[in-house]
């Protein structure tokens, strides 16, 4: 029967938006990525996106609903190793599963819009924009220390390394849900200086295959998005229509911090500064680089400038450009820069090596040493740092291993607090102490004096952001549209020459591109002359930075979208995903939009209005996953069940728990109303006469038609499955009383059918097809109600609640069917459900005043 009715949509094109319309309703899931086969967060999922985008076409929206597939990725170059199959194979039966299984369950899709990442009339757009960013100077070059995955063996972006704690607490991390869990290591990550962080044991493992992640310095390609640091930590105060849990871990990720930028004097005795090595600054400083070899200064990034007196040292990270030239002059120091270098964070520890450089303390003159270490970031503030071991944890920790000094500038205001530097520095705020003329200050007042009267010490902002790292060592990805010449330097393929095809796909150990002579081989397009393509792919998710926008005009053949229509349908009216892309995805869609808009291809900067982070589906308690084996195949339990049970399980942003019985719960409500309609069909129209449940129940009727509307509006799908839930029910008891199958009665289940289409639309095809034998419902418009009830629906939300008050003092259970019902339609029903209650506490009537008197007692 679905299959049928599956037939009848796809012969009518139901789905197909007319390509004229300009502004449509852009419902959207989130692409599943081709892994093998459709697994239950899928279904929830499109589910959501699928009733939403049904009950907007039944509202009378031009509704765009596409789907297609983000189908570049290591587990195909995995699976074809494992397999000695090539991952372009792999990936086109793993498409052709997964269509079928969305098919099978009857998601409602524009399927003519279909989009799939990994073939050339896709990706060629990759490499077109990949120019484009180039052009506007929004992609560097980079030497640069980054996380290797020596399983995967690729380098991994920033965000796709996860900590864990090293004795790995799983069911704490599971009970904060995965999104909270990762802010919590994130904001750890960025305050080692608690105590509790400190010592905690923290293992840094690849997202994919949970691999210790390890460092190589390699050559690499990024996509400038901390160019957008500020606007878009900024711009997330606009998204009110996101879950404030993603706004905050984008916030938290992004880390903007205010401080200020203190500029120290270097010096160092041999042969002075070396020549700055003709490198550009590194772009993944926030353009906040600190040295600057010409005029010997380094600046350090600080957020608590009143402790400057304590500062007792300085330090650099092995990746800061002074750190280079001070490795090139000494070869102690080049080696431990090296080694720090291919190295994992926390075998870095607080491992440093002092130089024979010096700072001046630009307030005392004093001549502070100058110390390459590993804890100290490269790619936050500037790079450097003013060792102040007294006040902050991890200079206390350094200076402790390297017997520095260690020397108080704050103490508490409270006398009684004790302080042992020795053992711990004291971080708080306080007053200052052997701080020349701001002895005595308050800690905040001395920050902002120092600001006004150094000239060295200036405010500064800074953010944890780093670039994207989108280089890939691997096969199965878009090529990058580079060719490395030893005359020319890179030189990016012309426009007319892409795609950059991949070649055919070799078995090896390494990068199969590099090994691939005929792939790798070529001329400069600028010389002529034998150069070197790029083997290096791009990060699957430059492929899904913007897939959203060719689904507006997916076979345009001359630009990657149509621009006018991308600023008329942007941003996408829904987006529904799981909160594991709350930093990956989410952020780097927000950057391409921005990217995109500066280089003058679009006018909207934010990509999505309203975004549903859809919650966990748990088994036993934990998130149902395949490595866990506690898997329900969707097509398990039939697909409309299946469909139904996610949506009436929970709200979207809630996990809920998938337990037999539960499901049961919406496999009944689909037999009820089956059943319902046959037997109506069956029987036939019979009429007898109750007046008092005609009105009744057509009120009802029409309140549940607006509450339904009121519920799909909110994507509250549980609470509308209820209403529809009890309309059956009361549809049932009507018919129980008085059998009338009158026309009121046949309104009911139509109303039922059409309510229920957004998330069972095979059954409300079904129903609607029994009791109209014509049309579909899926272009059926929304049901109207025949009178207004929005002062019935408060009225009767009263009664109800009233009901519920007078529980108390008599049995309401008590209260039968035509005397609840009287109640509700009744204009005097306050002082009835009084009587009623005097009446069943008594067992004795009472009247009048009295009657009044005792509802008032009971509060009613
Ligand atoms: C001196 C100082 C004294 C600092 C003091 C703090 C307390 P939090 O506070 O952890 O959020 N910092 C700056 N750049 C760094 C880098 N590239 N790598 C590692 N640490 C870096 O972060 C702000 C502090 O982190 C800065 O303020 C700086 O140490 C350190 F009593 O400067 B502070
Ligand atoms: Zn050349």
Same mark, same amino acid.
């Given at each position: 029967?679905?299959?049928?009715?599956?037939?009848?949509?796809?012969?009518?094109?139901?789905?197909?938006?007319?390509?004229?319309?300009?502004?449509?309703?852009?419902?959207?899931?989130?692409?599943?990525?081709?892994?093998?086969?459709?697994?239950?967060?899928?279904?929830?999922?499109?589910?959501?996106?699928?009733?939403?985008?049904?009950?907007?076409?039944?509202?009378?929206?031009?509704?765009?609903?596409?789907?297609?597939?983000?189908?570049?990725?290591?587990?195909?170059?995995?699976?074809?190793?494992?397999?000695?199959?090539?991952?372009?194979?792999?990936?086109?039966?793993?498409?052709?599963?997964?269509?079928?299984?969305?098919?099978?369950?009857?998601?409602?899709?524009?399927?003519?819009?279909?989009?799939?990442?990994?073939?050339?009339?896709?990706?060629?757009?990759?490499?077109?924009?990949?120019?484009?960013?180039?052009?506007?100077?929004?992609?560097?070059?980079?030497?640069?220390?980054?996380?290797?995955?020596?399983?995967?063996?690729?380098?991994?972006?920033?965000?796709?390394?996860?900590?864990?704690?090293?004795?790995?607490?799983?069911?704490?991390?599971?009970?904060?849900?995965?999104?909270?869990?990762?802010?919590?290591?994130?904001?750890?990550?960025?305050?080692?200086?608690?105590?509790?962080?400190?010592?905690?044991?923290?293992?840094?493992?690849?997202?994919?295959?949970?691999?210790?992640?390890?460092?190589?310095?390699?050559?690499?390609?990024?996509?400038?998005?901390? #160019?957008? %640091?500020?606007? @878009?930590? &900024? *711009?997330? =105060?606009?998204?009110? $229509?996101?879950? +404030?849990?993603? !706004? /905050?871990?984008?916030?938290?990720?992004?880390?903007?911090?205010?401080?200020?930028?203190?500029?120290?004097?270097?010096?160092?005795?041999?042969?002075?500064?070396?020549?700055?090595?003709?490198?550009?600054?590194?772009?993944?400083?926030?353009?906040?680089?600190?040295?600057?070899?010409?005029?010997?200064?380094?600046?350090?990034?600080?957020?608590?400038?009143?402790?400057?007196?304590?500062?007792?040292?300085?330090?650099?990270?092995?990746?800061? #450009?002074? %750190?280079?030239? @001070?490795? &090139? *002059?000494? =070869?102690?120091?080049? $080696?431990?820069? +090296?080694?720090? !270098? /291919?190295?994992?964070?926390?075998?870095?520890?607080?491992?440093?090596?002092?130089?024979?450089?010096?700072?001046?303390?630009?307030?005392?003159?004093?001549?502070?040493?100058?110390?390459?270490?590993?804890?100290?970031?490269?790619?936050?503030?500037?790079?450097?740092?003013?060792?102040?071991?007294?006040?902050?944890?991890?200079?206390?920790?350094?200076?402790?291993?390297?017997?520095?000094?260690?020397?108080?500038?704050?103490?508490?205001?409270?006398?009684?607090?004790?302080?042992?530097?020795?053992?711990?520095?004291?971080?708080? $705020?306080?007053?200052?102490?052997?701080?020349?003329?701001?002895?005595?200050?308050?800690?905040?007042?001395?920050?902002?004096?120092?600001?006004?009267?150094?000239?060295?010490?200036?405010?500064?902002?800074?953010?944890?952001?780093?670039?994207?790292?989108?280089?890939?060592?691997?096969?199965?990805?878009?090529?990058?549209?580079?060719?490395?010449?030893?005359?020319?330097?890179?030189?990016?393929?012309?426009?007319?020459?892409?795609?950059?095809?991949?070649?055919?796909?070799?078995?090896?150990?390494?990068?199969?591109?590099?090994?691939?002579?005929?792939?790798?081989?070529? $001329?400069?397009?600028?010389?002529?002359?034998?150069?070197?393509?790029?083997?290096?792919?791009?990060?699957?998710?430059?492929?899904?930075?913007?897939?959203?926008?060719?689904?507006?005009?997916?076979?345009?053949?001359?630009?990657?979208?149509?621009?006018?229509?991308?600023?008329?349908?942007?941003?996408?009216?829904?987006?529904?995903?799981?909160?594991?892309?709350?930093?990956?995805?989410?952020?780097?869609?927000?950057?391409?939009?921005?990217?995109?808009?500066?280089?003058?291809?679009?006018?909207?900067?934010?990509?999505?209005?309203?975004?549903?982070?859809?919650?966990?589906?748990?088994?036993?308690?934990?998130?149902?996953?395949?490595?866990?084996?506690?898997?329900?195949?969707?097509?398990?339990?039939?697909?409309?069940?299946?469909?139904?049970?996610?949506?009436?399980?929970?709200?979207?942003?809630?996990?809920?728990?998938?337990?037999?019985?539960?499901?049961?719960?919406?496999?009944?409500?689909?037999?009820?109303?089956?059943?319902?309609?046959?037997?109506?069909?069956?029987?036939?129209?019979?009429?007898?006469?109750?007046?008092?449940?005609?009105?009744?129940?057509?009120?009802?009727?029409?309140?549940?038609?607006?509450?339904?509307?009121?519920?799909?509006?909110?994507?509250?799908?549980?609470?509308?499955?209820?209403?529809?839930?009890?309309?059956?029910?009361?549809?049932?008891?009507?018919?129980?009383?008085?059998?009338?199958?009158?026309?009121?009665?046949?309104?009911?289940?139509?109303?039922?059918?059409?309510?229920?289409?957004?998330?069972?639309?095979?059954?409300?095809?079904?129903?609607?097809?029994?009791?109209?034998?014509?049309?579909?419902?899926?272009?059926?418009?929304?049901?109207?109600?025949?009178?207004?009830?929005?002062?019935?629906?408060?009225?009767?939300?009263?009664?109800?609640?009233?009901?519920?008050?007078?529980?108390?003092?008599?049995?309401?259970?008590?209260?039968?069917?035509?005397?609840?019902?009287?109640?509700?339609?009744?204009?005097?029903?306050?002082?009835?459900?009084?009587?009623?209650?005097?009446?069943?506490?008594?067992?004795?009537?009472?009247?009048?005043?009295?009657?009044?008197?005792?509802?008032?007692?009971?509060?009613?």
């Amino acid at each position: 029967m679905q299959e049928f009715w599956q037939y009848v949509w796809e012969r009518d094109e139901v789905y197909e938006l007319d390509p004229d319309v300009d502004d449509p309703t852009y419902v959207l899931g989130m692409f599943p990525y081709t892994s093998g086969t459709l697994h239950m967060g899928h279904v929830r999922n499109y589910a959501i996106t699928d009733a939403h985008a049904r009950y907007r076409r039944m509202c009378g929206d031009d509704v765009l609903h596409p789907m297609g597939w983000d189908a570049f990725g290591l587990p195909a170059e995995n699976a074809a190793y494992e397999r000695a199959s090539d991952p372009e194979s792999w990936t086109q039966a793993c498409i052709r599963r997964m269509r079928e299984e969305l098919e099978t369950m009857g998601f409602g899709y524009d399927w003519s819009r279909e989009i799939t990442t990994c073939e050339p009339d896709y990706y060629q757009w990759n490499q077109w924009l990949f120019k484009r960013l180039y052009e506007a100077g929004l992609v560097e070059y980079e030497a640069a220390s980054v996380n290797w995955c020596p399983d995967c063996e690729t380098v991994l972006a920033e965000a796709q390394v996860e900590e864990r704690e090293a004795e790995r607490s799983e069911a704490a991390t599971r009970a904060n849900g995965e999104a909270e869990g990762r802010e919590v290591e994130r904001s750890e990550t960025s305050d080692g200086a608690s105590g509790e962080a400190a010592s905690r044991e923290v293992e840094r493992v690849c997202w994919r295959c949970e691999t210790p992640v390890g460092r190589r310095e390699l050559d690499q390609w990024f996509f400038a998005i901390t #160019d957008y %640091a500020e606007e @878009l930590h &900024d *711009a997330l =105060e606009g998204l009110e $229509e996101w879950p +404030e849990g993603v !706004r /905050e871990i984008q916030r938290n990720w992004i880390g903007r911090q205010e401080g200020v930028r203190i500029a120290f004097e270097v010096s160092e005795p041999h042969d002075g500064l070396a020549e700055p090595s003709g490198d550009e600054a590194d772009p993944r400083g926030n353009g906040t680089q600190g040295s600057d070899a010409a005029d010997g200064t380094v600046d350090v990034f600080s957020t608590r400038p009143e402790t400057i007196y304590g500062a007792t040292y300085l330090a650099v990270s092995p990746g800061q #450009d002074l %750190a280079r030239e @001070l490795a &090139d *002059a000494d =070869e102690a120091v080049r $080696e431990y820069v +090296e080694t720090v !270098r /291919e190295r994992p964070p926390e075998a870095v520890g607080f491992s440093g090596i002092a130089t024979d450089a010096t700072a001046v303390h630009p307030l005392t003159g004093e001549e502070l040493p100058v110390y390459v270490a590993g804890y100290v970031l490269e790619d936050v503030g500037t790079g450097a740092v003013m060792g102040v071991p007294a006040h902050n944890e991890r200079d206390h920790a350094f200076a402790s291993e390297h017997g520095l000094p260690i020397e108080s500038v704050i103490t508490p205001k409270d006398a009684t607090v004790d302080v042992d530097l020795e053992d711990e520095p004291y971080t708080g $705020e306080g007053i200052l102490e052997a701080s020349g003329e701001y002895d005595g200050l308050e800690s905040e007042t001395a920050r902002e004096r120092l600001l006004a009267d150094v000239a060295a010490i200036e405010e500064d902002v800074t953010y944890r952001l780093r670039d994207w790292l989108i280089s890939r060592q691997r096969y199965w990805g878009t090529p990058i549209p580079v060719v490395h010449c030893d005359d020319c330097g890179h030189v990016p393929v012309p426009d007319e020459e892409l795609p950059v095809e991949l070649p055919e796909f070799v078995h090896t150990t390494g990068n199969p591109l590099a090994e691939h002579e005929s792939f790798r081989h070529t $001329e400069c397009p600028d010389c002529g002359g034998p150069a070197e393509r790029e083997t290096d792919t791009m990060d699957t998710f430059v492929d899904s930075s913007w897939y959203f926008l060719r689904f507006l005009s997916p076979d345009l053949e001359d630009a990657p979208f149509d621009a006018e229509l991308a600023n008329d349908a942007l941003p996408i009216d829904v987006y529904v995903g799981g909160d594991e892309h709350a930093v990956l995805h989410l952020l780097y869609i927000r950057f391409m939009m921005r990217a995109l808009a500066d280089i003058g291809l679009l006018e909207v900067r934010e990509p999505v209005e309203r975004l549903i982070s859809q919650g966990t589906v748990l088994y036993d308690g934990e998130k149902m996953s395949t490595s866990k084996g506690n898997v329900v195949a969707p097509l398990e339990y039939g697909a409309e069940t299946t469909r139904l049970f996610v949506l009436s399980a929970a709200h979207p942003e809630q996990d809920f728990e998938w337990t037999a019985n539960n499901v049961r719960g919406a496999y009944d409500l689909q037999q009820t109303l089956y059943g319902m309609a046959t037997e109506f069909v069956d029987e036939g129209q019979t009429r007898v006469e109750s007046e008092i449940h005609d009105e009744f129940v057509a009120r009802e009727i029409d309140r549940t038609i607006a509450a339904v509307a009121d519920e799909y509006e909110r994507f509250r799908f549980h609470r509308a499955a209820t209403e529809i839930q009890e309309l059956a029910r009361l549809l049932r008891r009507y018919r129980a009383y008085d059998r009338p199958h009158g026309e009121i009665y046949r309104r009911g289940l139509l109303t039922l059918a059409a309510l229920i289409a957004p998330m069972a639309p095979h059954l409300a095809e079904e129903l609607w097809n029994k009791l109209r034998g014509d049309g579909l419902v899926v272009e059926a418009d929304w049901p109207e109600p025949e009178a207004d009830v929005a002062d019935y629906a408060t009225e009767r939300r009263f009664v109800e609640t009233t009901l519920e008050d007078v529980r108390d003092i008599v049995d309401v259970a008590a209260i039968d069917e035509p005397a609840r019902i009287e109640l509700v339609v009744a204009p005097e029903w306050k002082y009835r459900v009084a009587e009623l209650a005097a009446d069943r506490a008594d067992d004795e009537p009472i009247e009048g005043d009295a009657i009044v008197e005792r509802a008032q007692t009971a509060g009613i």
